[in-house]
């Protein structure tokens, strides 16, 4: 069994950064597929970034050159650093698992998931 926690959001203005952390347990870490997912109210669930197993990194084009996703195998961690935060990136962040590298953008491919951290940006 999988059990995964995210940690690190709050309340920020325009223009802070914020460090997310998602911390792994019950599975060989550095063998999964990773992914960070938001949901902002009334708002489908929609795709952040993600990284592989290798390494490889994927990123929404809205976040593109603003957050960084990073993992840390021997920490059982997995991180975004969101900078130059706007209003819009507002939403509860989800830190997701899976095993196969397909589509790592495809939020239904992820069995495995955290409860969510509330990130708010305000103007």
């Known amino acids: 069994q999988v059990h995964v926690v995210e940690s690190g959001g709050g309340l920020v203005q325009t223009g802070a950064s914020m460090k997310l952390s998602c911390a792994a347990s019950g599975r060989t870490f550095s063998g999964y597929v990773m992914g960070w997912f938001r949901q902002a109210p009334g708002k489908e669930r929609e795709f952040v970034a993600a990284?592989?197993?290798?390494?490889?990194?994927t990123y929404a084009d809205s976040v593109q050159g603003r957050f960084t996703i990073s993992r840390d195998n021997a920490k059982n961690t997995l991180y975004l650093q969101m900078n130059n935060l706007k209003p819009e990136d507002t939403a509860v962040y989800y830190c997701a698992l899976k095993v196969t590298s397909t589509n790592p953008r495809a939020h239904t491919l992820y069995p495995y998931w955290g409860q969510g951290t509330q990130v708010t940006v305000s103007s």
């Open positions: 990284i592989s197993a290798g390494g490889s990194t």
